[in-house]
């Protein structure tokens, strides 16, 4: 048997959803298993691509749900046609299911790595990244059981408050050969789309940029824009850097950043940053996301440069494996991670909003290392849809509100260099910081 298709033991999973959603039982977790919630693991099966159902819960936690609905997995209900469809649904195993990514896992073993591109997992229900449906189970259980005991809800304690944190992933410092030959493909990409598409007026705009991008020598350097903008909105950020010491192959000079984070322009940085109230992070390269080894030198790289402790990461390019990546941060010395996203989409990866240890399959417990999804980019807004600046607007600001209702934690991703006019994309920049601030 396919070892992800089988879930943990009962006990291991409920106490694990438990102690993952703790903030909405802070002063009670126990409490919870007294709710009259049916197992369904004995017989559940999983299969892939993921299907959701909807699943109306009572009005008394209409809020918790999208238009008063719900969805879980398909495995997770036992009878599709009873009129209280809510009392059939495993919460535990669906609230499992969803956080751990456990169908993207069991497609992982069998089709391969996907990294971080949504659009490989071929006929995927798209509908489990558009909301946080974990918190909002959590949400219902909260009422559920405060509802049964006749109390008020603060009996489980306070509603957590919402954190949403803003990086930087610093790829580049200066304008190289190798961002000339990435950007201008992607955006000779996204012009030939947009022709195909018949969209002419915005299929030549497209066009125009990728040469004004290729040609132009703009410098990069924006950082002291970057923290004036953050501290007027009173914002410390994490920064993420890279730091390999190995010399250049033609791959990695492609694909990784070019700076030398030792050289005294960066390291004056990073003291500038952290003097400003800043986290400093490592940025692992293309190559590192299964690679302990490699994770650890250039871990210890960026710790040598900064003079201090570094725990916190993001993998660049999002290269991610749910097998690997977390296993091998953590073996690397890292404890702190926010990897899980997509690289051509925002959403919620792992239907969530949450700080959480990650179950680790290989030893059946938690890993040791805290994972904070990234809920979106800045080329999400961009560089993967052709959208005005109202639908741009629009859209960034849905992905705030919905980790806002459900009272959660999550990661926003920016790049530096995409304040320069070569990209122009510093007003929704703006924009973002005022609306989190």
């Known amino acids: 048997?396919?070892?992800?298709?089988?879930?943990?033991?009962?006990?291991l999973v409920i106490s694990h959803v438990l102690s993952s959603l703790n903030n909405y039982w802070t002063n009670d977790s126990e409490c919870l298993l007294s709710l009259p919630i049916i197992n369904l693991q004995r017989s559940l099966t999983l299969t892939i691509p993921l299907r959701l159902e909807k699943v109306?819960?009572?009005?008394w936690a209409s809020v918790c749900g999208i238009n008063g609905e719900l969805l879980v997995p398909q495995e997770c209900i036992l009878n599709n046609s009873v009129k209280d469809r809510w009392k059939e649904v495993d919460w535990w195993a669906a609230a499992f299911l969803l956080m751990e990514g456990w169908h993207e896992r069991l497609w992982e073993s069998t089709h391969g790595?996907?990294?971080?591109?949504s659009r490989k997992l071929k006929g995927w229900d798209t509908r489990a990244w558009d909301h946080a449906w974990v918190n909002r189970i959590a949400m219902f259980l909260r009422k559920w059981l405060a509802m049964l005991e006749g109390k008020p809800e603060c009996f489980l304690g306070k509603l957590p408050t919402t954190n949403i944190v803003l990086s930087h992933d610093v790829d580049a410092i200066t304008k190289t050969h190798p961002i000339r030959i990435k950007q201008t493909t992607f955006l000779l990409f996204n012009s030939l789309l947009l022709c195909l598409q018949f969209k002419f007026n915005d299929s030549l705009k497209k066009l125009v940029k990728s040469f004004q991008f290729c040609f132009s020598n703009e410098d990069w350097w924006v950082f002291d824009k970057l923290l004036?903008?953050?501290k007027e909105a009173g914002i410390s950020a994490l920064y993420h850097f890279y730091a390999d010491p190995r010399p250049k192959t033609f791959k990695r000079w492609l694909m990784d950043p070019s700076?030398?984070?030792?050289?005294?322009?960066?390291?004056s940085l990073v003291s500038t940053l952290k003097k400003a109230g800043n986290e400093v992070g490592l940025h692992p390269t293309y190559d590192a996301w299964y690679n302990y080894r490699l994770i650890e030198e250039q871990r210890v790289k960026l710790a040598n440069c900064v003079n201090s402790k570094v725990s916190i990461c993001r993998q660049h390019w999002l290269r991610f494996s749910w097998k690997d990546t977390w296993l091998a941060q953590e073996k690397a010395g890292l404890d702190n991670d926010s990897s899980l996203m997509f690289n051509d989409r925002s959403g919620f990866r792992n239907s969530?909003?949450?700080?959480?240890?990650?179950?680790?399959?290989?030893?059946?417990?938690?890993?040791?290392l805290i994972c904070t999804p990234c809920t979106m980019m800045d080329s999400h807004l961009y560089d993967y849809n052709n959208f005005s600046s109202n639908e741009r607007s629009t859209y960034m600001k849905s992905w705030i509100k919905e980790c806002r209702e459900v009272k959660g934690k999550t990661s926003l991703l920016w790049h530096p260099q995409t304040l320069t006019d070569d990209y122009g994309w510093e007003e929704s920049f703006i924009e973002l910081v005022d609306e989190i601030s």
């Open 352 to 368: 969530s909003a949450i700080s959480w240890k990650p179950w680790n399959q290989l030893k059946g417990e938690p890993y040791n």
């Open 1 to 11: 048997m396919n070892p992800n298709s089988t879930l943990p033991d009962r006990k």
């Open 259 to 267: 700076y030398n984070v030792s050289c005294e322009r960066v390291c």
């Open 113 to 117: 790595v996907i990294h971080s591109y």
């Open 56 to 59: 109306t819960i009572p009005v």
């Open 228 to 230: 004036k903008i953050n």
